[in-house]
């Protein structure tokens, strides 16, 4: 199940290493995308890039506390399991946190009847995070799996659901130029929040390195 135990401690450190960078990078890029995307989401009153800005915050919230272990790690030399558990569920939790609100945030959409504007800002926005998300999330997924780390793995699953989301916005937008149906953009939000709250219950199990393994 584990690898981590046919690792020199050489290793461990390089991986962690890596792991807290891509965690930095996160944090790092998502500031810049949540701040364009809440602009440009409330402007052309885009319920679901809202979202998608929402979520790079959620996001970062997730990165943080994993950039904080990990330098524990680094910084102690061992890993502190009391505390890695707690982590682990504040990470989960912003799954749970990010499912409410865009669920919460599609419903108003579809009571109030809200229709979005095109944006090509957003688009491009969302195109950029299509191209960048993908590979983040490979990279952090590679060092969990190195690792058995589900920490590490929640942090991935975090970023493949900013991914997902992007990608389900992006299709509501353009399919919204075509058809004209405005209940596409919460339909999407509503997609990413029941994949959120499966990601969220797998985390707060600590089941995401278990069911890496049955994958392979």
Wanted: hydrophobic share 50%.
């Amino acid at each position: 199940m584990s690898e981590t135990s046919e690792l020199t401690p050489l290793e461990i450190e390089h991986l962690t290493r890596r792991g807290l960078r891509l965690a930095q990078f996160t944090v790092a890029y998502n500031v810049v995308e949540g701040a364009v995307a809440i602009t440009v989401g409330l402007m052309a009153g885009l319920v679901s890039v809202v979202g998608v800005g929402i979520d790079t915050g959620i996001e970062s919230i997730a990165a943080v506390l994993v950039s904080l272990r990990l330098s524990a790690r680094l910084r102690d030399g061992h890993v502190d399991e009391v505390k890695e558990r707690r982590a682990l569920k504040l990470v989960a939790g912003t799954f749970f946190l990010l499912a409410a609100y865009v669920t919460f945030e599609g419903i108003r959409s579809l009571i109030t009847g809200e229709t979005p504007d095109s944006s090509p800002l957003a688009v491009g926005l969302l195109i950029a995070s299509v191209i960048v998300m993908p590979v983040l999330a490979a990279m952090k997924r590679r060092v969990g799996l190195r690792l058995s780390d589900n920490l590490i793995l929640a942090d991935a699953a975090e970023t493949k659901i900013c991914v997902l989301l992007s990608l389900s916005t992006l299709a509501a937008l353009i399919l919204f130029q075509w058809t004209g149906a405005a209940w596409l953009d919460p339909a999407a939000a509503f997609v990413i929040a029941a994949f959120a709250i499966h990601e969220g219950r797998e985390a707060w199990e600590g089941e995401l390195v278990e069911d890496d393994d049955d994958d392979d």
